[in-house]
């Protein structure tokens, strides 16, 4: 017997594909995905000048092609040399300057400093490869190319070195685009800074021509290379979307939410979990460094939580679990996530986990993918009218509850990591705990017993130390809040917690360790190869940084 | 594995940027005439233009920079136990002090001035022609001066600029001007 296609049984099956099925659709392939992620348009077209510069450099390079095109050059060069008077002359060599050594120098280190001061160090990076790029292309192409000045027009201005390509404009191209790249904001704004900067770069390269030091085929490579390959990298290595540039003293790890990125996240949210939204907006920007957080409210008015993770977010967690690596030693989980998908999944995860295991976290709801392999936000229920407990004094029943959070880690295994005020909210009299993205099960046992320590800690700050040692020895023996504060230092506490700890007056950590039983102190520190090699690996990367960057600045012509 | 990553590229980058030519390589050889046309650009008056006729063993030419009015080139000497020999290509030359040496140029005049004969021998030869002169400031340690300076002689030559001028336009269809 043959089933008819489509049917099953007596249920009909309808194709997801495509189709509102509960809310929920399947993408079907071909489709893009909610925000594709694609270089600006104008990215071919700079690739195209690219791709004539090299094309340019194979004519060259041809001994019967070269007099043909170093003739058009020159026969450009005599049109232009009609044009010559004594007023244009001048404003000739005063742009010309722009090209300078000097000019060159200050909008190079300029741009260097407002980098460092930002601690923009990708960008950096970055900037400084492209410099490092374009200088020594620039100085091979010279040397392979050994191009004389014109003989067609009098060179009227100051020169150097062989003419092909013409370095100060590539150089000069280089910072520029640099400097707009890296330092301006996205929007109206860098539209026209841009203008005004692509403006003087070729009002450079008109005046080197003018001047007869460059031919048009010297200017024409130089822009390429300064120009047109310097805006590629930086579309590709520093990414607007995830590499936002902003001035305001606010956590610099945040994405914008575009009117794009919004229909996206609303698309996405109804594909993928048949959640209806209308409104997707950034909160608590302040209190989160590792994601964006957006609270969304959807149709019929509820409202739900969630943490958009990027590509950058990524790299933020990487960078932070290699310095605990080499602060700490090898802990339970410092191997970074290969992917912001496994990053979210991991998030995910670990909600599900905790509650299952009756911890009062909210309520997950899955994630969805924005971009992929670039963004995805993790979607979990909202805490409405939640406040930092830490805000207010608190009764027994919220400092029993949130001793009984710990209770209930250890039960389940896990090792929250990061117990601060800003993750334990008070909503209608209970504490919820929230940020799972440090969590991890199965951890080293001093890394449960530093989560007590910490809790008691954020409970001390808004209470007394003594009324919450009173209440722990109620879930918990004595012998494990001793192990708690042997275990507690400086760097096992959370930045936050550490901040309010420094802001109070009493010595908390003493009071508790002088309640408990006493105790020799818990070694926290690990050493092992794997460590030794990655600090001295991140040493000599450090040492090595510093001599590229000198390298880089004498080569780049900013020494 | 990303640190790992960064280390390799820092390690891989430092080697280029280094190596990156952050001055353009020697002094052209006497063949290469669009090179040479170049330094003539360079003074545009001088009669002859001075070029790397043929390197001797152990010697090598650094630091060449041309531009508007001058060209300088840095020639050394693996013998010469001392600074480099610092060659100037210009419009002209103080010859105030210098003794006549054997001319090296049709039309033109050698000299030598000589700062010290011990423990150093050290001074300056120049090469002067109709619209320009080299000068040769060198720094040799006594007992290979003789050879050091027969080699520095035969090191750099000359190309006239009308003979220059007459290639460049034949065989690249470039014009050097006067």
Redesign the interface.
Known sequence: MTAEPGVAGPEVIVPVVGKVLGGRRRRPSGEPPPLPWKLPASTVWYATVIVFAVAVEFVLVAPALRPAVTRLDDGTLRLLGHLRSGVATWCALLVEKLGTQQCIQVLGWSTIAVLLAWRRLRRLFVYLTVLLVVVSVSTALATAQGRMRTGAVELIGPWQGYAHPAAPVAMFAAVVVGAVANLVPNGRFRSRVRAVGAALVLLLAGARLYLGVDRPTDAFVALALGGALSVIAYRLAVPEEAFAIGYRRHRTAHLDITPARHAAVVAALADQLGIPAESVEPFGLAASAGSTPLRMTTRDGAALFGKLYAVNHLRADRSYKLARMVLYGRLEDEKPFASVRRLVEYEDHLLRLLRDNGLPVPQPLGFVEITPEREYLLVMSFVPGARDLGDEPIGDQQIDEALGIVRALWRAGVAHRDIKPSNLLLAGGHVRLIDVAFATVRPTPWRQAVDLANMMLTLALVSDPEHVYRRAVRQFAPEDIAEAFAACRSITIPTQLRGRLHADQRDLIGAFRRLAPEREPVRIQVWSLRRLGTTVGALLLLGLAAAAVYAYARTAGLL | ????R??LA??L??P???C???D??GL?RCT?I??L??IA?AVPSASYVPCLAQLPAGWSTEAF????AAMTVKLVSDRAQGPAVSLRFSRSCRTAGAAPFPARTLGGRTYLRLRTLRPRFAGTLIDAFPGGCVQYRFDFVRGQHIALMAQLQSAVGFRSRVQLRQE?RHR??????S
């Open positions: 594995m990303r640190a790992i960064l280390l820092v390690v980058a430092t280029l940027a280094a990156a030519p952050a353009s390589p052209p290469a669009e090179r046309g170049l650009q920079d041309v531009r508007r460049l690249l269809g470039v014009e050097l001007r």
